[in-house]
């Protein structure tokens, strides 16, 4: 027992010191460094929503530098081919056969940058490989890293040539990320950053001192599966996502508004992601505070609003907060 509390001990100050390395490189956006490490912990993939030169490509290079693992940037564009995500057959005349070259897709960190503006084909390549952990190419299969987290992102900004993913593919995700701009005070130590990293260019690159093992990713999911979540807990977990599916039993004006609610995969979804949270925060057990905190990236993508609720200026992100509101807590 003591050895297991010992060896969950360093697993936490591992990941603490993983957070506030983050937190000191990517100023004034907290809650995508934290969704980050959530996903990491969850064994899932983010989509990111925000502007340009919000720090999201940042993000997930720094936090793959610090990981033993490789990484991998995809600008997906409108004349981009499933061949150059997953790889394709070279033939070697040498030796008179077919030889699989990997694409990007293999690297364990992958940055799908502007998901939206590859076609549908591109897309679905992506989230395949994402929900199977595995790619195909022509008869053969080749499996993925064991170690493999996707952040795709998305810009709010401009629609046109963009091709917007299926709900039924969004559902891939185990979580939807909106950030926003920072505050000034995050401004102005962004511009202390900068200028430090503008010198740093000029000096011999070198690799952060703080590298987290995969053995130990892998050990610290493990922990967070153990962590404590009581029965009534779980119910209301279970119930939030109910209510999302049948919300006429809480309030008649919300059963018009949504058109669609959480799948299974939204319960393990928040599950997974609340323990996660809780994990980081170092405590053996799950609050309801764990739960609402995650809920709203967890469910926004997958409670869809109907024609009526649209006209009326609700989103998802409206109706989980609803479903907050309305579901009563343990």
Known sequence: ????????????????????AL???????????????????????????????????????ALASRLEADFARVQF???????DLTGTEVWRPQDGRFEFQPGPIFHSILLADEIN???????????EAMGERQ??????TYPLPSLFLVM?????????GTFPLPEAQLDRFLMHVRIGYPQADAET?????ARDRARDALRPATTPALRIAQADVFAARRAVLDLHMAPPLERYLVELVLASRDPARYDAALG?????????????????????????DGRDYVTPDDVRAVAPDVLRHRVLPSFEATAEGWDGERLVGELLRLVPLP
């Open 152 to 160: 795709a992102t998305q810009n709010p900004i401009e629609q046109e």
């Open 117 to 127: 503006r590859a076609p549908a084909k591109v897309q679905s390549a992506l989230l």
């Open 23 to 61: 937190a000191e490189e990517i100023v004034g956006q907290s809650a995508l460094v934290e969704r980050l490490l959530i996903a990491l912990l969850a064994d899932g993939h983010l989509l990111v929503e925000g502007a340009p030169g919000l720090a999201k490509t940042t993000a997930i290079r």
């Open 1 to 20: 027992m003591d050895n297991a509390v010992t060896e969950v001990s360093r697993l936490h100050a591992a990941f603490r010191g993983l957070r506030d």
């Open 135 to 140: 790619v195909t190419v022509g008869r053969a």
């Open 256 to 280: 018009r508004r949504i058109a669609w609610g959480a799948s299974p995969r939204g319960s393990i979804a928040l599950e997974r992601c609340a323990r996660a949270r809780a994990w980081l």
């Open 77 to 83: 564009t409108p004349d981009l081919l499933p061949a």
């Open 189 to 193: 130590e962004i511009l202390r950053l």
